[in-house]
């Protein structure tokens, strides 16, 4: 994570999942939006599905997984594992992101939207929405 300051980028943190694996690919899609930061690692493979679920597993390789990381008052912070509903091996979710607001697409061979559902900001919720296939 890079900020600039007076016209020079300068290293702030460097952000990681916590459950990080080399082979993961953990950074190949990355949205930011005010200070939240989702990144997609399509090599992940935990056979873990939904939010916010286990992670240690590694039983389903490249089924990926997207992670999101906000902006608190002490730095940055994982807050959420989100997966697959019915993840597979080589699903590579996570690989294609899109983020505005409290919406998230990601897509595989389909396309799952989530949305943060809650009625305060700090009680939101990242649920499934939709998932449309071909």
Same mark, same amino acid.
């Given at each position: 994570? /890079?900020?600039? =300051?007076?016209?020079?980028?300068?290293?702030?943190?460097? @952000?990681?999942?916590?459950?990080s @694996?080399? @082979?993961d690919h953990f950074g190949s899609s990355v #949205?930011?939006?005010? #200070? =939240? +930061? +989702?990144?997609?690692?399509?090599?992940?493979?935990? !056979?873990? &599905?939904?939010?916010? *679920? !286990?992670?240690?597993n590694c039983q389903l390789a490249s089924s990926g997984a997207v992670y999101v990381f906000n902006q608190k008052w002490y730095g940055w912070k994982q807050t959420d594992y989100i997966k697959s509903? *019915?993840? &597979?091996? /080589? !699903?590579? /979710?996570?690989?294609?992101i899109d983020y505005e607001g409290g919406t998230l697409a990601v897509g595989t061979g389909e396309a799952y939207l989530f949305v943060k559902k809650g009625t305060k900001e700090k009680n939101k919720q990242w649920q499934l929405d939709a998932k449309f296939k071909q």
């Open positions: 994570m /890079f900020k600039k =300051t007076n016209n020079k980028w300068r290293k702030q943190k460097k @952000l990681k999942p916590s459950n @694996l080399q @082979l #949205k930011i939006h005010n #200070k =939240t +930061i +989702i990144v997609g690692a399509y090599g992940e493979s935990s !056979d873990s &599905s939904g939010i916010n *679920n !286990d992670m240690d509903s *019915n993840p &597979s091996e /080589f !699903d590579m /979710f996570g690989n294609n």
